[in-house]
């Protein structure tokens, strides 16, 4: 931790790139581990665009729960240090690809969200798009949120297995890794392309790359410091450091 500390110092403002597992000392389960959603759910059927135009009914059956864990979800001791180490001047920007905002409700302010987030869902008919208060309130009273002007079920913006992501934020995230002095990886196996390319872009940039993460990646060889730990445990005792 004492290596991590300074290695962001000396390359300061530093690039944080997160997944699932920033998030599941909040309670949310991630997708692709032993334990995770796509262990109990089959992606194709219940994640993917092609389900969500033949049935959007049987997708919002896993959605809606799901919605009502992230929204009752809350940041964690690792989303505060990152908005902390934003606000001393020591992080630029966090690139997510979790979609349940919690970087965002602990204080983060450059958040770029390369799968979409819950904050809202768009009508896939007239595109409408209705922020995430309005559709828990068509939740409460039905299994699916049908928009109110034109009666078609709602998609989340989030990204479908199928789906492009959305070209604005994914250009955003090369743009600050390629750039980067530090990429720092939190919570993510770096399995999902095309984010898991971001280390190669900093790398090639000359650029350095520090991974915290309980499990291994392909670029545990390649990465200047490796904490095989939990986020919530090690970003807040490195912002202490700092």
Not at 18 to 46: C, K, N
Not at 139 to 168: M, Q, R, S, T, Y
Request: hydrophobic share 45%; net charge negative.
């Amino acid at each position: 931790m004492e290596a991590l500390a300074e290695l962001i110092r000396e390359r300061r403002p530093c690039v944080v790139l997160t997944g699932a597992g920033v998030s599941t000392e909040s309670g949310i389960p991630d997708f692709r581990s032993p334990t995770g959603l796509w262990a109990q759910f089959d992606p194709l059927e219940y994640g993917s665009i092609e389900a969500f135009r033949a049935d959007p009914l049987k997708v919002w059956s896993f959605y809606k729960p799901r919605v009502a864990m992230l929204t009752e979800a809350e940041p964690n001791p690792a989303h505060v240090a990152l908005a902390e180490l934003e606000r001393r001047g020591f992080v630029e920007a966090v690139i997510t690809q979790n979609i349940d905002l919690l970087h965002e409700r602990a204080g983060s302010k450059q958040v770029v969200e390369v799968h979409g987030s819950i904050r809202a869902a768009t009508c896939p008919r007239c595109g409408a798009r209705y922020p995430l208060e309005q559709v828990l309130e068509l939740l409460a009273a039905a299994d699916a949120p049908a928009c109110p002007a034109c009666g078609a079920i709602l998609k989340p913006d989030v990204v479908f297995f199928g789906e492009l992501l959305p070209p604005e934020a994914i250009a955003r995230a090369y743009e600050l890794a390629q750039r980067a002095r530090l990429l720092l990886v939190v919570g993510s196996a770096l399995e999902v392309y095309p984010v898991a390319g971001l280390p190669e872009e900093t790398l090639a940039g000359g650029g350095a790359l520090a991974i915290v993460n309980r499990g291994r990646t392909p670029y545990d060889g390649r990465a200047v410091v490796r904490i095989d730990g939990s986020a919530g445990e090690v970003l807040p005792a490195v912002a202490a450091a700092l």
